[in-house]
């Protein structure tokens, strides 16, 4: 038999891919509808025309061929050729005949469900009696398909598909467990060029092109993805995404903070030539990965930790040390962030033992080196939960990231080194994520740890051979510290330290309160607000309230997006020298944006956006400017300058925009001036169709 090595087309007069009527059934008609894009494990469509009735239904048989990557082969799954059969086996590559005739050839055809992901070209084998003859119909692009109950990213749950793959906005939570900040953003995975950027990360990735070949044989897992995209959003070992970056100055590059949503930054490392971006922090890498994650079609979702550990050294120890003026001395390495941002992805887990399936969590900010890349995960939650340190990837690092102990010393001035506080409940606080179908939070703490104090909760430390504090006898020196709520930026903060003396004689006590400003992953050493000291005498079981104030002309140079300040109060008896210590850290809030969208809001009919913003700082604001962005709303950003701000002054602006996609989309609205940046806003609105 002979055969023709060459894809040949003169037989063929036109392929259709029906890409509009594929892509609907799978999903990713937002995407494009000029292109196939199909998931793996479901039937789509082709009709192929021949030229001069080329095709015997009687006697001609055919095959199809589907290949990815560069060399595909048969034997590492990159190539596989399949004959039509008689229906869709559901476990493999297969086809049907749909309808044929003598010029006119019309096809179901269904991938596996455990297919590579990624670009397959598609091929037609005419086998006659004499040859074989080989014709190239074209390139589809196939994603993980959370719909197919074979495949490994499989969700049940309607609801949770919605919102975990087709949502392109979303809630990110910020700020502190005490005052949580809800921060919009534009995850876009369905603008069309995001999902060709998507696939030249993957084909970035260190592991690629060292080895293209042996890279695409792993492209139908879930995990290899994970962990891939978690490594490329960083660009810490490779060409990929972001360049992180926690201190000033930023004038080089865009500041965290004003990032609105992922697509302006996958467009940048695009354009640039796969140049990282600059900058980046914790909930931006987190953002950018959920977007490449759903886009690709594993479901995904951001969550962050409050008051998050960052060991190290693997002890499960945070130890901090402050000297007696109450100033943290930033000799740790060891830190604990207001708030740590990752994500979770679902799929199963079948190269773990039973019972690691769900969620897992996946960290893409550059912190510690998992197998020599500074990437993290995928950890099932689960196994966090339970202290399993001996699954992968990388569960005992997060596992301290949400359980760690906090110990806290203090020194004096002539060197002597004091413990003065242990807490085993500070970690891991108020695990958020966004609700389904709203944008209120939703609290999956109990995903990740048993309740603090609980017989689980010790039965997992000594699992997870966590150091025990010994027991002390109770102390009879205590302080608690608060501030009047809520505290507005611009405001004076009133700082309110209660000291209880629980003996039966009295104390004259020395009481020491700092202000310093506070970066979100860490204290900020040598950035004191502002100090008090005042002596003390406190009667038998005693509480003594003393107050500091703190005013904006104190605070306002200080604060950074969050406003942050950590407030420690320091104790110490003159007599005894039994001391007590605390802290606290408070998150100022910001005026609000108010949005307000009038009327309907219609697929390709020009809308129109009322914003409105008051100036409650005690100061002006000067160079002030709304940027506006929002996927299927605006193309890039919008900006409108407003110029200048005295205190109490309000202003209100209209912008105009046409909306080019229908569902429910979210306006995100950023104000930036010389004293006061990146506050966000948003609304969401739901675009319908126009009526005829």
Known sequence: MASNADCVLRDVSNIDFHCEKNNQEHRTAEISTKRLIVRRGQTFHITVQFNRSQYNPDSDRFKLVAQTGPNPSETAGTKV??????????????????????????LNISSSPNAKIGRHSLVLQKITSDQTVSYLLGELILLFNPWCSEDEVFLSDDEQLQEYVLNEQGVIFT???????????????????????????????????????????????????CRTVSAMVNCNDDNGILFGKWDDPYTDGVYPGKWNGSVTILRQWNNNGCQPVCYGQCWVFAAVACTVLRCLGIPTRVVTNFES???????????????????????????????????????????????????????PTPQEKSEGVYCCGPAPVKAIKEGETDIGYDVPFIFA???ADCVTWVYSEKGKKMKVDTDTKHVGQKISTKCVGSDERDD??????????????????EQA?????????????HLYLKTNDPIYNGANVKVFVVISNKNSVKRVCTLKISAMKKKYNRATRGKCIKNFQQEITVGPSEDKTVEMELSYTEYGEFLDKYNLIRLTALVIDGETKESAFTLKDIS????NITIQVPGESVL???????????????????????????????DGQMEIRVGKLNPGEMTTNEASFIPKKMGLKKLTVDFDSDKLKDVKGYINIDVQEGKI
């Open 604 to 634: 390709s009919r020009k809308l129109k956006a009322e914003i409105s913003f008051e100036n409650i700082l005690p100061v002006a604001l000067t160079n002030c400017v709304f940027t506006l962005e929002g996927a299927g709303l605006i």
């Open 401 to 403: 990231e949400v359980n």
């Open 175 to 225: 700020g502190c467990a005490e005052y949580i900040q809800s921060l919009p953003w534009n995850f876009g995975q369905f603008e069309e060029d995001i999902l060709d950027i998507c696939l030249k990360l993957l084909d970035n990735s260190p592991k690629h092109v060292k080895n293209p070949a042996k890279d695409c044989t792993r492209r139908n897992s879930p995990v290899h993805i």
């Open 309 to 363: 550990a960052h060991d190290t050294n693997g002890n499960l120890l945070i130890e901090s040390e402050y000297d007696d003026e109450g100033m943290e001395l930033g000799r740790s390495e060891d830190s604990v962030w207001n708030f740590h941002v990752w994500v979770e992805s679902w799929m199963a887990r079948y190269d773990l033992r039973p019972g690691n399936d769900g969620w897992q969590a996946l960290d």
């Open 465 to 477: 051979d966590r150091r025990r504090v010994p027991l002390k006898p109770e102390k009879q020196l």
């Open 444 to 461: 999956i703490t109990n995903n990740y740890k048993y309740p603090e104090g609980s017989d689980e909760e010790r039965r997992i430390f």
């Open 81 to 106: 050729l399949f004959s039509l059969s008689d229906s869709i086996n559901k476990k493999r590559w297969s086809a049907v005949v749909g309808s044929s005739s003598r010029s006119r050839l019309s």
């Open 588 to 591: 100022l809030i910001n005026p």
